[in-house]
């Protein structure tokens, strides 16, 4: 018995030992990585940076936001690390930390990396395997979607060959090389556990997730297809503890070098905007709009003057689709509004009422964070919804052009609205509704509401030929 059992696990040792050098995998038989990593390893680099002062001088990997930072354990472990195997200190006397990977994309000298890797950096480094270093300089950086790029003054330089994150289907073999609590080099392996992954602090990112050990040191590093072509950039872990708890997250190549090509081009990025704020549709809210199966975006609030309301959009339309692309989550919106051309017009399918309609829709450059939230709030603090319109106080250059002292200045007139079939134009001075007369925004937000419904008011506008009335017929509160 112990004979056969013998000679049993000789046959499988033999039959592993069997898979050959000359191929990443063979069918049937757990993959070999050896020859990837060897072909691949010199145009992986590990990036330091010396921090700006003020700055933060301990970096690693990006976690979910609400994650715990790194635990004191791995903490004093990086440090005793680092005091080992300290990478060489720069002229100016700063010591440079290791914060993570990169690689390269061009034999000129680009490379790519994560943007937190190189956030509040005063200078950069990176180290190749054969131990040569160069100082780099930031090309660009798009915090939106983790990535920067990097140019050192080099020639020939080995590169990587970029693949497909497109092709790329869920339970293939990926493997990661980056140096992971600083030491350099380290590869490791899994799957693709599924791919379109949003995650709270990146929607314009289809993040790829795997369960291949990422590790703080690992940011910016590439994660490999069986082939050796690049499919994703190594960008974040869920972890409690600030090491690899089985899931990681990686940026698609296809998303990645979009990006790294406008940075190289112009040292920004553009990315498409529509203006919505979208929900996922359960089975119970397919079911209550007539969808026979849950998929799309559900429109939860349109932000005044965006492309969306431009276009026709409304609370309640559900997307189903966008450029032609079928949306089955609600997630797999922002990324092909993201990288949809600014300044063209995208054709957005919308259930409404139970009927799909065909909207244009000219889609406009993303405004900033802060832009986008002062358009949500204080634009809609300026919104007249029963009217239609977003108003402004009177400013004086308005007052002297015009030759009055009171009124709300018209900002925009909403399409469909009751002050649009009014003929209310942009430039408008509202004087006057139904003879009570209007002196401020706070005035006119209390006077509508008080207004009856289904029938002609007047409503006195002063524009630059002079005053003009107008018929306002106002629905129902």
């Known amino acids: 018995m112990y004979l056969r059992l013998f000679a049993t696990v000789l046959l499988c040792a033999v039959f592993v030992s069997g898979i050959g050098s000359t191929a990443y995998a063979l069918s049937g038989s757990l993959p070999s990585f050896t020859e990837l990593i060897e072909k691949n390893s010199p145009a992986v680099v590990n990036v330091s940076t010396v921090p700006r002062a003020g700055a933060s001088a301990l970096g690693g990997q990006s976690q979910v936001p609400g994650d715990e930072e790194l635990g004191d354990f791995l903490k004093k472990f990086l440090e005793r690390h680092r005091g080992e195997e300290a990478p060489p200190m720069p002229d100016d006397g700063e010591e440079a930390n290791s914060l993570g990977s990169g690689f390269v994309i061009s034999p000129d000298g680009y490379i790519l990396t994560n943007h937190h890797v190189v956030k509040n950096a005063s200078e950069i480094i990176v180290r190749f395997s054969n131990r040569q270093e160069y100082k780099a300089k930031l090309i660009g950086s798009d915090p939106r979607t983790d990535v920067a790029l990097l140019k050192i003054d080099a020639d020939n330089l080995p590169t990587l060959k970029l693949g497909s994150s497109e092709k790329l289907k869920v339970g293939e073999w990926v493997l990661a090389i980056g140096s992971p609590f600083g030491f350099e080099h380290s590869a490791t392996a899994g799957i693709v556990s599924a791919k379109g992954?949003?995650?709270?602090?990146?929607?314009?990112?289809p993040f790829i997730q795997t369960d291949v050990a990422i590790n703080p040191g690992n940011s910016g590093g590439p994660l490999f297809n069986l082939a050796g072509e690049v499919v994703g950039v190594n960008s974040q872990?869920?972890?409690?503890?600030?090491?690899?708890?089985?899931?990681?997250?990686?940026i698609p190549i296809d998303v990645a070098m979009d990006v790294a090509q406008q940075l190289k081009t112009t040292g920004k990025v553009s990315r498409g905007w529509l203006g919505v704020y979208i929900?996922?549709?359960?089975?119970?809210?397919?079911?209550?709009?007539?969808?026979?199966?849950?998929?799309?975006?559900?429109?939860?609030?349109?932000?005044?003057?965006?492309?969306?309301?431009?276009?026709?959009?409304?609370?309640?339309?559900?997307?189903?689709?966008?450029?032609?692309?079928?949306?089955?989550?609600?997630?797999?919106?922002?990324?092909?509004?993201?990288?949809f051309r600014v300044g063209a017009e995208a054709e957005v399918v919308i259930l409404r009422a139970g009927k799909e309609l065909r909207q244009k829709i000219m889609i406009e450059p993303l405004p900033g964070d802060e832009q986008v939230e002062a358009r949500r709030r204080g634009v809609d603090e300026k919104r007249v919804a029963r009217l239609g319109v977003i108003v402004a106080p009177l400013s004086k250059e308005v007052s002297e052009a015009l030759n009055i002292s009171t009124g709300v200045l018209v900002e925009k007139v909403l399409r469909g609205g009751a002050a649009a079939d009014a003929d209310v134009r942009a430039g408008d001075v509202i004087i006057s509704i139904n003879n009570r007369k209007v002196d401020g925004v706070k005035a006119l937000h209390d006077l509508v509401p008080q207004l009856p419904a289904g029938r002609s008011l007047p409503l006195l506008v002063q524009r630059p030929g002079g005053p003009v009335f107008l018929p306002l017929k106002l629905p129902a509160k």
């Open 279 to 339: 929900q996922e549709v359960t089975g119970d809210l397919a079911e209550s709009f007539g969808l026979d199966r849950p998929h799309g975006a559900l429109v939860a609030q349109v932000i005044a003057d965006s492309p969306a309301e431009k276009g026709g959009i409304q609370v309640g339309d559900v997307i189903l689709s966008f450029d032609g692309h079928s949306i089955s989550h609600s997630s797999d919106l922002p990324p092909m509004v993201g990288r």
């Open 197 to 205: 992954r949003a995650l709270p602090s990146e929607q314009y990112v």
């Open 237 to 250: 872990i869920y972890s409690r503890t600030g090491g690899f708890m089985g899931l990681s997250f990686a």
